[in-house]
């Protein structure tokens, strides 16, 4: 079929050279015929004619590309009238694929394609063709071109430009809104038939979205599509050549196609009501829950905001927005007090914070629901009932006197007792207390204002059945000014007056200063004291601004008489009550010169005509001091001998151990012990001295009535003991005392243990145990019928 196709398409029209098709061509070949035949009688005439020559006169041949037979597809035939068929001529193919893509045969002319062609590779070839004498190697006709044009047939399908396209539209968007534009290109001849002729088909995505068959636009087919129902579609594109028709070629592609979020659905709580507690004693700010309205727009379709609308806790409590999770934080706006109130209610509401105006009428995008919070008990501190306090006091206010009083109380329902305490840390002079139970402060040292105007103490309330529970409170103490200073000279004067001064001439002008700070300011009052109302030196003149000015009242000062003068002043303030002191302002006399500037105010000149010079002062000035120096010292000696002891030899008995198991020759050994002094306790008033230091001064001793004319010696005896017991002075050496003097009538007779055994019975030393420890060791060897038996 293909053969016979071309058959009737190549034709080439020459008048020399001709195509031989395969199909029959008998009337062209008598013409050529009879053409040859005119030609051959002009030459047997013997005239001498000429052929007028004639160029090669070619028309395209035409070939089917991409043939598949078994044998080379036949081209055409080239044929001169030259060629007499005897073999003589050589016919030569030149040109585009010549020898590769079309072979000629020399002898005949017939063309053919040794290869299958591709028109997409190359659609058309130029070619060159010329006719050779054998013999001669002359061309018998010129070299012509001729073209061979490719057929294009229906060999290549539609292709898209891209293997998968990604389009986007909002959601809810109308029917026939534009989505994408697919292309499809078909690389055969548009200019030849319908092979190239694309028309567009949707396989797959129906019947959400259509194509338009000839532009290839992508459009919704369905309304309002929901992105929360679908979001993601993936719609399949034919492209068909042929015009669609039977037959054709096709190609496909996929358009996945997303639909975008818009703002067409508000926010709905999951349940209508919440429900959240807070202990009493949370901070502001500390969150109590979550709640959170679904909405199943994103990005920021999906943003809400969260408010308090109503509620008898919208004062008490807030509601703040967290944008990572769209949760509304339900958070304590005030201090709460179970005391007061136990349980609040909130209407919570939601809404979009970017509604969309083109969905308004679906209704209001927010949504409301109700949170209750309940309050929760705990033991609370006591609560003072200021944030602070401000106490004023007089800085006379005596000690122990309440200068205020603080407040507190349990807020809990036990209202447990309270006590009151100052923090020491504060008040570290301990100048204030406070009652515990009551609260009142008051003073325990005194105040001054000029010290200390201000105190800032702290004072702490304490629930005494959990002194774990307590609170601080503030208090400042202000210190009120008492006119309790009096005023005085605002610097030290060094005042002269010049002895050639003239009366009425001012020499000083003073000023006072005072600690006391009255509400009206200060005011100062000067003049003389009583004594020298009348001075007949100086006066006083009262500026009346607080100052002062010193006055000469005579003409001419001499420094021979008087080379000072000292002039008291009473200051005076104005302030209750009147606070006042004594000045003195000392004048010196000076040489001035005769504009009153001082020349010399020194003692020297006072001093030379007594005939002492300056160096005979220092003289004697050294004398004094070395004299003192040596009266110091012969003091310290004479101390230093004082205290030597009188018995500085091995035999001191201090140092040396005593034996008492010597008990004397009894009452009629006198001279062992001097019995005197106990017959004569008086004696022994009156030279009360020790034996073993030398004596530094001798003080006058007491005297006490005599006790040896109607008082016992045993009397005498524990009145001694007693004193030398209870004498924290005692000395702590052995001193000598004698004891041969019992007294008369003495209960236990002689104290001689020789005359213990003729004794009658056993006697009672029990009262020895009241003599005091320096008889505690005879107590213990007479003291009981135990212990001898023993």
């Known amino acids: ?98 020898g590769s893509l079309f072979i000629i045969d020399e002898n005949t002319g017939d063309i053919h394609a040794a290869k299958k062609l591709d028109r997409e590779e190359k659609s058309l070839y130029v070619l060159r063709a010329k006719a050779i004498d054998r013999k001669t190697g002359r061309q018998v006709e010129p070299e012509s071109e001729f073209i061979i044009k490719i057929h294009d047939i229906n060999d290549n399908e539609p292709k898209f430009t891209k293997d998968m396209y990604t389009a986007s539209i909002p959601e809810m968007s109308g029917v026939g809104t534009s989505v994408i534009q697919v292309t499809a290109t078909d690389a055969d001849d548009a200019n030849y038939g319908n092979s190239a002729k694309v028309v567009y088909s949707i396989l797959q995505g129906q019947p959400y979205f259509s194509v338009d068959p000839e532009t290839g636009i992508i459009k919704t087919a369905l309304p309002d599509m929901s992105r929360e129902n679908r979001e993601q579609y993936q719609v399949v594109i034919q492209a068909k050549d042929m015009g669609g028709q039977m037959g054709g070629l096709s190609g496909t592609t996929t358009v996945n196609i ?28 500390t969150p109590l829950g979550r709640i959170k309205a679904n909405d199943p727009d994103v990005g920021e379709n999906a943003e809400i905001e969260y408010s308090i609308s109503n509620g008898d806790g919208s004062d008490m409590f807030d509601i703040i927005t967290d944008k990572d999770t769209q949760e509304g934080i339900i958070t304590v706006k005030k201090h709460l007090d179970f005391e007061n109130k ?151 004067y060094e005042t002269f007056v010049c002895e050639n001064a003239k009366a009425g001439q001012l020499i000083q002008t003073v000023s006072a200063i005072d600690k006391d700070q009255p509400p009206r300011g200060h005011r100062f009052f000067f003049e003389l004291v009583p004594e020298f109302a009348v001075h007949p030196n100086f006066s006083v003149v009262d500026n009346k601004d607080n100052t002062a000015g010193i006055m000469t009242r005579r003409n001419g000062y001499s420094r021979s008489k008087t080379s000072t003068y000292l002039l008291p002043i009473i200051i005076f303030d104005n302030d209750y009550p009147i606070q006042s002191s004594t000045g003195t302002l000392t004048i010196r006399v000076c040489a001035c010169d005769s504009r009153g500037n001082m020349q010399s105010c020194s003692a020297e000149a006072l001093l030379l005509p007594a005939g002492l010079s300056t160096g005979a002062l220092v003289a004697i000035l050294l004398c004094i001091i070395i004299l003192l120096v040596l009266v110091v010292l012969f003091t310290a000696l004479k101390r230093q001998r004082k205290k030597e002891p009188l018995i500085i030899s091995k035999d001191d008995v201090r140092d040396n151990i005593v034996t008492y198991n010597d008990e004397g020759g009894g009452e009629e050994d006198t001279q062992a012990f001097d019995i005197g002094t106990l017959r004569n306790p008086e004696a022994r008033e009156e030279s009360k001295m020790r034996r073993d230091v030398i004596p530094e001064t001798i003080f006058q001793i007491r005297r006490t009535a005599p006790l040896w004319e109607n008082i016992d010696v045993q009397d005498f005896i524990h009145r001694r003991l007693k004193e030398n017991d209870s004498d924290p002075a005692a000395p702590p050496y052995d001193s000598l ?54």
């Open 1 to 98: 079929m293909m053969r016979t196709h071309f058959f009737l398409t190549v034709l080439l029209w020459s008048s020399v050279l001709y195509v031989v098709h395969m199909m029959p061509s008998q009337k062209r070949t008598n013409k050529h015929s009879h053409s040859e035949r005119i030609t051959g009688l002009s030459e047997n005439d013997g005239k001498t004619l000429h052929r007028t020559k004639r160029g090669w006169m070619w028309n395209q041949f035409f070939l089917l590309e991409e043939y598949t037979g078994p044998d080379t597809q036949y081209v055409g035939k080239l044929h001169t009238d030259q060629d007499k068929g005897d073999g003589n001529l050589k016919y030569i193919l030149t040109g585009d694929g010549a």
């Open 258 to 285: 997303t639909l975008t979020d818009v703002n067409d659905n508000p926010p709905r709580f999951p349940q209508s009501s919440y429900q959240f507690s807070s202990p009493e004693s949370a901070p502001p700010g």
């Open 342 to 492: 136990v349980l609040y209610t909130l209407k919570v509401e939601a809404s979009n914070t970017h509604p969309d105006p083109r969905f308004l009428q679906l209704g209001p995008f927010k949504d409301t629901a109700f949170v209750k919070i309940s309050v929760e008990d705990i033991d609370e501190p006591p609560v003072f009932s200021r944030p602070w306090y401000l106490i004023e006091v007089d800085e006379d206010a005596k000690e122990g006197s309440i200068i205020g009083q603080v407040a507190a109380q349990d807020p809990d329902i036990a209202k447990n007792a309270i006590k009151y305490s100052v923090d020491r840390h504060t008040d570290l002079d301990r100048i204030f207390n406070i009652y515990s139970g009551n609260g009142s402060l008051f003073l325990s040292k005194p105040l001054d204002r000029e010290e200390t105007p201000w105190h800032n103490i702290t004072v702490i309330a304490t629930e005494i059945n959990n002194p774990k529970q307590s609170s601080q409170i503030p208090v400042f103490i202000r210190i009120l000014d008492i006119n309790d200073h009096a005023p005085q000279f605002a610097n030290y």
């Open 737 to 790: 005392a004698t004891y041969a003097y019992e007294g008369n009538d003495s209960i236990a007779n002689s104290l001689s243990s020789l005359e213990s055994l003729t004794t009658e019975g056993n006697q009672d030393y029990d009262y020895l145990s009241d003599w005091g420890p320096r008889f505690k060791k005879l107590a213990d060897m007479y003291g009981g019928e135990d212990s001898d038996r023993e």
